[in-house]
């Protein structure tokens, strides 16, 4: 158990341009969440997945953004004609419930850190 | 509409002095608390957590109160290590509800400084 990847930890793009980050979640990890942190704020959730389901988006997500997590295991997150607000951190996180009681601890990773010129 | 505050941006203490990092919140919904550790480039680090059904919970060195009647939960690190210096978040979660999801709301941050 390596915890949670991601990749990049570093994208540079111009305006306009699709980026997409991939995040490999701790192996046994049911439920896996994208947040995003910009500088001087705590992160904020973006969407949310059970298995493969996408259950929940934030009004965050605009519709140049979109998430995938097929088969259960690895996401996506692509970014589609990036806007130089949408410079930030993009985090993703994984966690674990068998009985969906809730009071989860989520682990994240170290993040992709998203420049557009 | 911050529904966790940290509203202390920075703390700077001695090594081996008490640091307290406080955390106000809004929702009454909230039943379960945690607080995370970041550094520079890295994601946040779990540190510690609190059910609404408890008002203290202890792991080593570091302690979270929390008061449901004044919304105001806190962070005690004893003794402050300069390893400890970096940005503590609050965060805080309702409780699941379903095929809904499990969100943290996040504070701001309050950067710890531990001074050797």
Known sequence: DTGVSQDPRHKITKRGQNVTFRCDPISEHNRLYWYRQTLGQGPEFLTYFQNEAQLEKSRLLSDRFSAERPKGSFSTLEIQRTEQGDSAMYLCASSYTGTGEGNEKLFFGSGTQLSVL | ?116
């Not at chain 2, 550790?37 to 994601?43: D, L, Q, V």
Request: hydrophobic share 35%.
């Open chain 2, 1 to 116: 509409d911050q529904q966790v505050k940290q509203n202390s941006p920075s703390l700077s203490v001695q090594e081996g002095r008490i640091s307290i990092l406080n955390c106000d919140y809004t929702n009454s919904m909230f039943d379960y608390f945690l607080w995370y550790k970041k550094y520079p480039a890295e994601g946040p680090t779990f540190l510690i957590s609190i059910s609404s059904i408890k008002d203290k919970n202890e792991d080593g060195r570091f302690t979270v109160f929390l008061n449901k009647s004044a919304k105001h939960l806190s962070l005690h690190i004893v003794p402050s290590q300069p390893g400890d210096s970096a940005v503590y978040f609050c965060a805080a979660s309702a409780p699941y509800s379903g095929a809904g999801s499990y969100q943290l709301t996040f504070g701001k941050g309050t950067k710890l400084s531990v001074i050797p």
